[in-house]
């Protein structure tokens, strides 16, 4: 456990050897919460950069069209696409992250 003290405008410095191990640099974007036996200070969540998002939906596509080109693999993937007619997860597009106007089964959805 370390002690520190509140400086002038609420400032508190973190030990540097906790800095390192929990990787907190300047300008590191952080949550403070109020519990009520304490305050918690914690690293805030990161989201993937638009670069990283950018790779994962180009792996991801790359693997629907092997998918596709594998007659079997596409037969199997239909069915379990089948399972999911109905459900919130049926018509979803995964390179944009929005329901599409087609069904699973690639049929366009009634009223679209």
Same mark, same amino acid.
């Given at each position: 456990?370390?002690?520190?003290?509140?400086?002038?405008?609420?400032?508190?410095?973190?030990?540097?050897?906790?800095?390192?191990?929990?990787?907190?640099?300047?300008?590191?974007?952080?949550?403070?919460?109020?519990?009520?036996?304490?305050?918690?200070?914690?690293?805030?969540? @990161? *989201?993937?950069?638009? $670069?990283?998002?950018? /790779?994962?939906?180009? =792996?991801?596509?790359? +693997?629907?069209?092997?998918?596709?080109?594998?007659? @079997? *693999?596409?037969?199997? $993937?239909?069915?379990? /696409?089948?399972?999911? =007619?109905?459900?919130? +997860?049926?018509?979803?597009?995964?390179?944009?992250?929005?329901?599409?106007?087609?069904?699973?089964?690639? /049929?366009?959805?009634?009223?679209?």
């Amino acid at each position: 456990m370390e002690y520190a003290k509140v400086g002038k405008r609420g400032a508190v410095v973190i030990p540097a050897e906790m800095r390192r191990h929990h990787r907190l640099e300047e300008g590191t974007p952080v949550v403070i919460e109020d519990r009520p036996e304490g305050v918690l200070f914690r690293a805030a969540p @990161s *989201a993937p950069s638009w $670069e990283e998002r950018r /790779r994962f939906f180009a =792996a991801f596509n790359e +693997a629907v069209l092997a998918t596709q080109r594998d007659a @079997s *693999a596409w037969a199997e $993937e239909l069915v379990d /696409r089948a399972q999911l =007619a109905g459900t919130l +997860a049926d018509g979803m597009v995964a390179e944009q992250g929005e329901v599409a106007d087609v069904n699973v089964d690639g /049929r366009a959805r009634s009223g679209a």
